[in-house]
């Protein structure tokens, strides 16, 4: 298996347009848990962590842009204001380690179902950059990157650069559930964010079907419903659980029941939604 380098960006989108078996490398630690179990055998192993402007954030114009090589832990301590919902979904992965090496970029490209920062990034309207050598850069929503089970919409010369997400308008929260309270991948999970300037709320939901996804019918549900001026009401509330879980198409594996699953999702639908109307208002108020 070769090791590739590259320091520079236009280095990075050479080799992979050069090799595109190669397996693009940024923190590791799905890839590298892969390869040592012989999942995986890649021809080449792509590594980007040389690549210093991908570790770079910024925020302009209400977005924040987040380069495929921003860690967790960078998420965690400082980006918790801009983008609660991410910040809150970076602290359930893994150790400290982990989030130390971790990416949100790498955790893209991996595409995996249980990949804990896709609800929060659906939630908020998110969208990712990919670049490649030959065609230039594109920008995918976050709601059509995920084509199957740890499936990106990736060409075979394309490279995530950086992913887009808009700046909170409002609260935001993300529920995880495990088969232990720490170090664990998620049975299921969900993100929620309120937009109160446009009268609507975002829905993500993980480890609950072949893709992460949106719950659309219950987003606008939500959006025919609310009352943003009101305390929120048990029917609608429960009403939104139902429509949330029915949009999940969950597996029965080892880490849960499909059915445990969907009556997770409403429970987490419920909780994270209470919480984020009770900010609202709370925020109203003052």
């Known amino acids: 298996m070769d090791f590739l380098r590259p320091t520079t960006w236009q280095d ?75 910040a809150q979904a970076a602290r359930t992965v893994g150790s400290p380690q982990i989030r130390n ?43 059509a990157f995920y084509l199957g089970v740890k499936r990106p919409a990736l060409e075979p010369d394309e490279l995530i650069r950086a992913v887009r997400v808009p700046v909170a308008a409002g609260p935001q929260y993300f529920s995880k559930v495990g088969t232990r309270n720490a170090m664990v991948i998620a049975v299921c999970s969900f993100a929620l964010a309120l937009h109160p300037e446009e009268r609507r709320v975002g829905t993500g939901i993980g480890s609950a079907a072949p893709t992460p996804l949106r719950a659309l019918e219950a987003e606008d549900f939500l959006g025919g419903e609310l009352d943003w001026d009101a305390p929120l009401d048990a029917g609608l509330l429960r009403r939104f659980g139902e429509l949330c879980a029915a949009a999940a198409a969950p597996i029965d594996d080892v880490r849960g029941t499909a059915a445990y699953r969907r009556h997770a999702v409403a429970v987490m639908a419920r909780r994270t939604l209470t919480w984020a109307w009770d900010d609202h208002r709370g925020r109203g108020a003052a």
């Open 101 to 143: 090496r971790g990416t949100v970029g790498g955790n893209l490209g991996a595409a995996s179902p249980a990949g804990d920062s896709h609800p929060p990034l659906l939630a908020a309207g998110a969208a990712v950059e990919v670049e490649s050598r030959d065609r230039g850069v594109r920008t995918i929503p976050a709601h």
């Open 12 to 86: 990075a989108l050479a080799a992979k347009a050069d090799r595109p078996g190669a397996l693009p490398l940024q923190g590791g630690t799905d890839v590298m848990v892969e390869i040592n179990f012989d999942v995986r055998r890649p021809e080449a192993l792509l590594d980007l962590t040389g690549v210093a402007e991908l570790r770079q954030w910024s925020v302009a114009d209400g977005v924040c842009r987040l380069g495929a090589g921003v860690t967790y832990t960078t998420v965690i301590e400082e980006l918790g204001g801009a983008l609660p919902g991410l």
